[in-house]
């Protein structure tokens, strides 16, 4: 949440700066965590562990939200796409998944800044 965009504004920045900035904090922690969470033995933990995720992820849209000016399901899931893609960048450096992802994300951000000013009129 540090880093969070803290105006509609700011989501460029943070779309740019995350991905990489997540690699260099995260990188080592985030392999160790697939391989154990990927194992028959620890799938029960993992998926609790991913319950908590979901009520974060949550907490977060909802706090973002008034920030945003955008609905919190939308940014949850938005969140959903923009984590997963940094998680992938992070543990197999894959500059183009990373950017198809991100693109998707712009893409709806202007479809919903689209949709927001048809409304309007």
Same mark, same amino acid.
């Given at each position: ?5 803290? %105006?509609?504004? @700011?989501?460029?920045? +943070? ?5 990489? =900035? ?14 154990? /969470?990927? %194992? ?8 609790? +562990? ?6 974060? /992820?949550?907490? &977060?849209?909802?706090?973002? %939200?008034?920030? =945003?000016?955008?609905?919190? @399901? &939308? ?13 992938? &960048?992070? =543990?197999?450096? @894959?500059?183009? /998944? ?9 893409? %709806? =951000? ?12």
């Amino acid at each position: 949440m540090a880093k969070a965009p803290i %105006s509609f504004e @700011d989501i460029k920045r +943070f779309l740019n700066e995350m991905p990489y =900035l997540t690699a260099k904090l995260h990188g080592k922690k985030y392999r160790f965590m697939y391989q154990v /969470y990927s %194992s028959p033995k620890y799938r029960e933990q993992g998926k609790e +562990f991913f319950k908590g995720v979901n009520v974060r /992820y949550k907490e &977060y849209a909802n706090e973002l %939200s008034n920030k =945003l000016g955008m609905p919190a @399901d &939308y940014i949850q899931g938005m969140t959903y796409i923009f984590v997963r893609a940094c998680v992938h &960048y992070t =543990l197999f450096e @894959d500059e183009e /998944y990373l950017n198809l992802q991100l693109n998707a994300i712009r893409t %709806s =951000l202007k479809a919903y800044i689209k949709e927001k000013k048809e409304e309007r009129k």
